[in-house]
C-alpha cells in the first residue's frame, strides 16, 4: 500500500502539501474485502509511511474516515 501516493509525490515537484485520508482500521459497516484486523492495518499503514518518506515534510496524515477529518484540511 502507498504506491500512489509514493508515484504523485515522486512526479509531481511541485506539489506542496499531500493528505493522506484513511482510517486504516477494521469498520464494522464497510463490507469490502480489505476489511482485515486491527495488526494487518497497521502493518499496512507502517508500508504506506515508508513508501512516502522521502516526502515527509509534505505529506499529513488523516487518520479516519474523510468525513471525520475534513475539517482538519484547510479551504484552499
Known sequence: MGDFARHVLQQ???IERYFMIDPW???PDWNKPFNV?????EDVYAEAMEKTA????K???LR???KEVIDAIPDE
Do not use: P, Y
Open 12 to 14: 509531481c515537484g511541485s
Open 25 to 27: 482500521a477494521s469498520l
Open 37 to 41: 484486523d486491527t495488526q494487518v492495518f
Open 54 to 57: 522521502f516526502a515527509s515534510e
Open 59 to 61: 505529506v499529513v496524515v
Open 64 to 66: 479516519g474516515r474523510t
